[in-house]
């Protein structure tokens, strides 16, 4: 196609709207087409944002069956017909001849998404002023009196009834300790972990390597790879009798001949090496 084709189809063609039917905020396109061979490639410019009108996204152009379509995505956000003012369009053919079409204008109508005429809606009318009524301070002083009278009838019988009995304070003297008071209380699992803690504690202080960090596991092969021989093999044994009764249901006579090795662990570490 020549190029006074081409400019004839241009001056020919118009914009288009779509959809039909616009209201405020809807996404619309400005759609032109152009005759033209499909070795013509289009420069476009991109439409400038003003108070009603806000480009959506780049415009953009495509060939179809010997048919351009350029397409603008715009929105709009004020009703009425408003004239927008199209860029110019550069086409440049194959041989590098370069064409410009003039921008012109299209025209899109916005429907307005209120109700036709004043939609304000009247003020209602003042209200009556509201009566005010007497008050009196009768029901106060009747509550007031009500209280006082009760506050003086309880002290009376108070003060009839006597001094409150004293309690007599627990006797500290009577036999047995902790842990055998706990035992006894059902707290076999409690007294288990005290005494592990206690041991670790100890462990802790005398076996190096054997830190508190450690878990249960790690801390028994500190111990028995420690220089303690037969007294890190017995502390061993014991730390796993403990690690037991902290999660059995174990009888008490059992917690406490535990809780008895425990402490004759703790006494051979902490007698120095070497030393019975």
Known sequence: MS????LLAAQASAWTISPRVVTIGDTIQVTR???????????????????ELEPLAPPRWAHSEGELTIVYTVAAFTPGRHAVAMPDIEFVHAGGELQIVVGDTAW????????????????????????RHRTTTTPLAGLVATFLLSTAAW????RRRGRRPRFEEPDESVPGSPIDIWVASGESRAVAAVMADRLRDV???RIPGAGRHL??????????????????RQ??????????????????????EVVDLAEAAIAMLETPLGKS
Not at 3 to 6: D, H, K, M, S
């Open 3 to 6: 190029i006074a084709l081409l």
């Open 33 to 51: 087409r152009f005759a033209t061979t499909p070795d013509v490639w289009v420069r476009l410019r991109s439409l400038e944002p003003t108070f």
């Open 108 to 131: 899109i109508e916005i429907e307005s998404v209120l109700p036709s005429g004043d939609s304000t809606v009247a003020p209602m009318p003042s209200q009556a002023p509201v009566a």
């Open 155 to 158: 002290v009376a019988v108070r």
């Open 203 to 205: 462990i802790a202080e």
């Open 215 to 232: 878990h249960t596991e790690e801390c028994i092969e500190a111990v028995l790879e420690s220089d303690h021989g037969d007294v890190g």
């Open 235 to 256: 502390v061993a044994e014991v730390l796993r009798a403990l690690e037991r009764a902290r999660f059995s249901p174990a009888a008490p006579g059992d917690v406490l």
